[in-house]
């Protein structure tokens, strides 16, 4: 009989015997393929790391660079201000009297 007519009939061939003597060192392709599977989804994670850490620093270093230059926009606006009170004609001699100096035929006194 061939195998066709066997197969009709409800015979089922039985597979050939494993070759090696029965040993159990069978891998399991299954979950190695997702133990893999995870070590690259947190090896793709951990690259994430580095690169995420340096977004919140520059985040922080624009956050202080932006109040100092609130800062020093301040600090400009009072400069601009004391440059244009210094343009005006008696400024240097204000700033001389400031000093204590006197004008030619003046006195200077002391009050105690």
């Known amino acids: 009989m061939s195998a066709r007519t066997h197969a009709a009939q409800g015979y089922r061939m039985r597979p050939a015997p494993r070759r090696g003597g029965g040993r159990a060192t069978r891998i399991r392709w ?3 393929g ?8 947190f090896a793709v994670l951990a690259s994430y790391v580095g690169p995420s ?13 932006r109040a100092q230059l609130q800062e020093l ?6 400069l601009r201000a004391r440059a244009g009170n210094l343009g005006a004609d008696d400024a240097a001699e204000r700033a ?17």
């Open 30 to 32: 299954d979950k190695l």
């Open 96 to 112: 001389a009297r400031r000093l204590g100096m006197v004008s030619s035929g003046e006195r200077s006194y002391v009050i105690k």
């Open 34 to 41: 997702r133990v893999i599977l995870v070590l690259v989804f």
């Open 73 to 78: 926009q301040r600090e400009n606006a009072e």
């Open 53 to 65: 850490l340096n977004f919140i620093d520059a985040w922080r270093d624009s956050h202080a660079e």
